[in-house]
C-alpha cells in the first residue's frame, strides 16, 4: 500500500485531479472532511477547544463557529498551535483507521490523502509521495475568480497566505500540469498512477523480505 498526499494551491485543480486519481481506482480521503468531523460537538477534539478558546467560539448549535475561530487563529500564532494540537492527533487517528480498512480489503491499494494546506502545516513528511497539482499563480486566480465567489483582491490576499505554489513544486514528488486541457491532465494522472502502483508492489515485496 502506498499513501500519497495531494496538494495544491487555491484553484490549481487539486479537487479536478482527486476525481481523476478516483476514477483510477485510487482510495480518495478528504482530510478537510476528517478535520470537520473531528471537531463535531462533543468529541474529544471539540471540548479541548471549547475549553481553550471558551465557548464563545460556539455558534447558537453548539457547533465551532469556524470564521470566529479563524479569525483568532490567522493572527495569533499560539492559538494556532492550540488548536493543531486538538485536531491533529485525532484526524490522523482517523485517516488511521481509514487506511487500516482499506488496507484489509485491498493490500496493495493507492491512498490518496486531498490534503489542501499540507505544506503549509509542515506534514509533507508523513506521506510516502507528494503529488502537487499545479497551475502558476496568474492561472490559479483566474480560475478562482472564474469559479464566481472571489474578486481578484481577494483571491490574491488569499493567495499571499499560502505558501507559493512553485515553492510548492519544489518540495513534491511528482506534478501534474493542469493548465492544459482536462484530458491532458488525465494523462499526467494516468501515468502517476502506474507509477505508485509500481510502487506498493515494490514496498509490498520489500516488506515481505528477510
Ligand atoms: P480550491 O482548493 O481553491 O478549492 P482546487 O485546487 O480544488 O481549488 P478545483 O476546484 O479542482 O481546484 O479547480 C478550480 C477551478 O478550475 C474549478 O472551477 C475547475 O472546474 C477549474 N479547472 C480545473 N482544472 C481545469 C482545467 N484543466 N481547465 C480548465 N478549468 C479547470
Not at 19 to 42: N, Q, T, W
Not at 67 to 84: C, G, M, T, Y
Not at 88 to 102: G, T, Y
Request: proline share 3%; with cysteine; hydrophobic share 40%.
Amino acid at each position: 500500500m502506498v499513501i500519497v498526499a495531494l496538494t495544491g494551491g487555491m484553484g490549481s485543480g487539486k479537487s479536478t485531479v482527486a476525481r481523476m486519481f478516483k476514477d483510477e481506482g485510487a482510495h480518495v480521503i478528504d482530510f478537510d472532511y476528517l478535520a470537520r468531523l473531528v471537531v463535531e460537538p462533543d468529541k474529544p477534539a471539540w471540548r479541548d477547544i471549547v475549553d481553550y478558546f471558551g465557548p464563545e467560539i460556539l455558534s447558537s448549535d453548539g457547533t465551532l463557529n469556524r470564521s470566529a475561530l479563524a479569525e483568532i487563529v490567522f493572527s495569533d500564532d499560539k492559538s494556532r498551535k492550540a488548536l493543531e494540537r486538538f485536531t491533529h492527533p485525532r484526524i490522523f487517528e482517523e485517516r488511521d483507521a481509514l487506511i487500516k480498512a482499506i488496507k484489509r480489503k485491498d493490500p496493495f491499494s493507492i491512498v490518496i490523502v486531498d490534503f489542501p494546506l499540507l505544506f503549509e502545516l509542515g506534514l509533507g513528511k508523513m506521506f510516502d509521495k507528494v503529488i502537487l497539482a499545479y497551475v502558476p499563480r496568474a492561472v490559479q486566480i483566474r480560475r478562482a475568480i472564474k469559479r464566481g465567489c472571489l474578486g481578484k483582491e481577494e483571491a490574491e490576499r488569499r493567495l499571499n497566505a499560502q505558501i507559493a505554489i512553485e515553492e510548492k513544486r519544489s518540495l513534491s514528488d511528482y506534478i501534474i500540469d493542469n493548465q492544459a486541457s482536462l484530458n491532458d491532465t488525465r494523462d499526467q494522472v494516468r501515468k502517476v498512477i502506474r507509477e505508485l502502483r509500481q510502487l506498493a508492489i515494490n514496498k509490498e515485496g520489500e516488506s515481505n523480505c528477510c
